[in-house]
């Protein structure tokens, strides 16, 4: 989609991955001095040696002291886990918390829409998806009260466990307030579920008037009463924010007040595929431990991130803004992420002509918006979404002017696709 | 353990990272060439981006090309999957085979001694592991008359569909002739076995009198009954031969005469992962497409890789016969792989004083020699062995001198240890 690396990443991995490089005036001290100090925490000096199933000790410190900064209590590097992308740490630790027998089905519950990463490992892990269901008339937000419902509701055919939070959403890119995440935490440790927090957005906040607040954050604030109880797993990654290094396939996960010997198996577990990427975690320490002020790539490096940021801020707002513009179409603010998950109007005739071709109708609206413009989205039924209601998700990641384009044909199809089958 | 990484390798690796480096006059041209046909099969020209969930094109064409050498019939990159190391692939093919339901369990057959990773598998997805036993007495040979005893008995309680095969053999280092990986695929296809062909170690074979041969390329030469039929997985990775690139989790597995819908299933299950890591995919690429006569980089990098293989052969005779000269120790030839596995014997008293700590008495044996020595191998009850006998393997990856006193060592204990428990 045209956006470069930054290049402070990608000197600092070239530089641990071919080390001749060290001696090259070419690349920076900074970048030297973070690609020696990788390399010494590798076996051999060398990002071709495994690491740790937990991943490189160094790498778990600089990601420790990331998530305690501006927290009161620290985060140790015992409690973080370097994985392959963050999908892999989501399906392991679900792949734990699962297992374990007990009479009823193991119940995780996910917000609907959701990113289909959950439904597919629930459903591969035989476990019972719980859904509850965001409410796009306040701006895709969580209330604590569907939470209720959709756990109590669970109750009758299984034992809900584990509680999925996606945060800044995907596909619906909103941004949870403090309150908000007080309330579902209070919740978690009424219901004893176990807190899945994916937060592979946090830096992908585009709303002036929202902030990213990490549940682990919040939970310390609440006090020792949740701090000590609460069980958290977290998400972080390399493909998000504005590195946006995917094939790395780098990330964390946190995870806290997990007992002792289910600990144990997860180090099990982890241990059978021996390490995730050491490169991946190379490029995982470099986003939580960036050029600072003072160093002397720091001007580059804040420059490139604020272009990036600043780019999807505008998109952010310039697709909101057109799809708004469009009859027909409804797009909530996009405060974070970044897709935008627009609830499409699709006329009666349509919705019969879509069963005609056994088709759910927004993948006929989708399908049709491919063949006639070329344009890919995917359909909401996909993602999941209130019976009778139809959406797509979109990236915002093209360039700003491609972007105009594909939303202006977007349009034309949209206004075209309601007078034909009006 | 002081192996040092192949030049040719990681100056490509270096050179997708950092893509400016392509105008270094550091870096051979044949290296840049290599360089951009990857970055041009990658999302963006960039390591950093999704890769699709089969892996990059142009890497599994190099991998098809690979496999096709010296063959009749064509391999097709639509068979090839890259994979995050073979751990991955392996776990996946067989994540597939043992789904499905069906009145009784799925029974895996696999060789004992075993690599773990096939019993952790087997045990994670709740199947039965069927052993067959190596004969000890004939070099680890894989006789198919024990074949036929295994999946006879367990008939009796499972559905045996799946047979491993490790080869070269880890940890037991055994290469397989042709005529017994004729008898194996004969047996696979009178029991409709689906095959799984475990060939990490290809390059890895360090007897005179040995060769590798790939289970794909005989049963192609077996006609068209077996190769139109016979269902197989074989696997390769960076992580071993002469590269040793285990931490950037590059491997790949050529599944062929898989059920088209099963192929579909298989790859909707690899892409709820999205992809392997694009840098692994790189290295895989260079693995099976190194510098060639003529180019610039051959002869550095021929030196390089005679160098570590020849190192290995040496250090695979020395601790043969080294081990052969210790009282109660008995080491088959090393063929191939990177392992000893000697059998020794333990003396009646110490096995009492392993179950008076409750210890399986190899796992005694290997914790006492940590303690007096700090050289830690790994018992033979974490790879299976037949009741009564003990082992542990060790790896031969250290420098020559060092190897020579870790020998000199474990010499040295074996005959203090049957001296006080004699």
């Not at 003072?294 to 604020?306: H, L, P």
């Amino acid at each position: 989609m045209g956006q470069q690396p930054i290049t402070f990443l990608r000197q600092v991995m070239a530089l641990c991955t071919y080390p001749n490089l060290l001696d090259s005036p070419s690349f920076p001290e900074d970048a030297k001095k973070r690609a020696r100090r990788i390399l010494q925490a590798c076996g051999g000096n060398s990002l071709g040696s495994y690491s740790a199933s937990q991943g490189v000790n160094c790498i778990r410190e600089d990601v420790a002291a990331y998530i305690t900064g501006g927290m009161r209590r620290a985060c140790g590097p015992d409690n973080i886990y370097l994985t392959t992308g963050a999908s892999d740490g989501i399906s392991t630790i679900l792949k734990i918390l699962v297992s374990g027998g007990g009479k009823s089905r193991t119940g995780v519950m996910i917000p609907i829409p959701q990113y289909p990463l959950y439904s597919a490992v629930i459903s591969e892990l035989d476990a019972i998806q719980v859904n509850y269901y965001l409410d796009e008339e306040n701006c895709w937000a969580l209330n604590v009260n569907e939470l209720r419902r959709a756990v109590q509701e669970a109750k009758d055919h299984c034992d809900p466990k584990v509680l999925c939070i996606i945060n800044p959403g995907n596909p619906t890119g909103q941004v949870q307030s403090r309150k908000c995440i007080e309330d579902v935490i209070h919740f978690a440790w009424e219901e004893k579920l176990f807190l899945l927090a994916d937060e592979v957005y946090q830096d992908n906040v585009y709303s002036p008037d929202c902030r990213f607040h990490s549940f682990k954050k919040v939970l310390y604030e609440m006090g020792p009463e949740y701090s000590s109880n609460v069980e958290l797993a977290s998400f972080h990654s390399t493909s998000k924010g504005y590195m946006g290094e995917c094939g790395y396939r780098g990330g964390y996960m946190e995870v806290i007040n997990l007992h002792p010997e289910i600990k144990g198996q997860l180090v099990k577990l982890l241990s059978v595929r021996l390490c995730p990427p050491v490169s991946g975690q190379a490029a995982m320490d470099i986003v939580v431990n960036p050029p600072v002020a003072g160093e002397e790539s720091f001007e580059q490096f804040s420059r490139e991130k604020e272009s990036v940021l600043g780019n999807l801020a505008k998109k952010a707002k310039l697709t909101e803004d057109l799809f708004n513009q469009v009859p027909g179409i409804h797009c909530n603010p996009l405060q974070g992420a970044m897709y935008a998950f627009p609830r499409i109007f699709i006329p009666a005739k349509a919705v019969e002509a879509a069963q005609a071709h056994q088709m759910a109708p927004d993948m006929f609206y989708c399908m049709k918006l491919l063949e006639e413009t070329g344009i890919c989205v995917v359909p909401g039924s996909g993602f999941g979404q209130r019976e009778g209601t139809y959406h797509f998700r979109m990236t915002i990641l093209p360039p700003v002017e491609k972007l105009k384009t594909v939303l202006q044909k977007v349009k034309d199809f949209h206004i075209n696709f309601l007078e034909n089958y009006a």
